[in-house]
Nanobody, 118 residues
Framework: VQLQACGGGLVQAGGSLRLSCVAS????????MGWYRQAPGMQRELVAS???????NYADSVKGRFTISKNNTKNTVYLQMNSLKSEDTAVYYC?????????????WGQGTQVTVSS
């Protein structure tokens, strides 16, 4: 599985950005796709995820501001980020998890920088 993410950039606090991640290659059996982020000196954390069935999960810090969605035809997952705050500044990584038998196999895209200026 290859994951190509884009859409990061510099935005003022209160602004919006939309991240996109296209999955290609051996994409069968992908069970979950999502976005993680990592700020300098911090651990990587889950931002939002969406299952193959459409169930979504969000970090408490982004609930009500971020929306994850997917387009199965385009094999693409999106992260709409509104009301951005300086604490959202981080490198955002696209993630996909394939379930093969009982093993969860994670795949990562390259990071995309999101910088929110206050």
């Amino acid at each position: 599985v290859q994951l190509q993410a884009c859409g990061g950039g510099l935005v003022q606090a209160g602004g919006s950005l939309r991240l996109s991640c296209v999955a290609s290659g051996s994409i069968f059996s992908i069970n979950v796709m999502g976005w993680y982020r990592q700020a300098p000196g911090m651990q990587r954390e889950l931002v939002a995820s969406v299952s193959s069935g459409g169930s979504t999960n969000y970090a408490d810090s982004v609930k009500g501001r971020f929306t994850i969605s997917k387009n199965n035809t385009k094999n693409t997952v999106y992260l709409q980020m509104n009301s951005l705050k300086s604490e959202d500044t981080a490198v955002y990584y696209c993630n996909a998890v394939k379930v093969i038998r009982r093993d969860n196999l994670p795949y990562w895209g390259q990071g995309t920088q999101v910088t929110v200026s206050s």
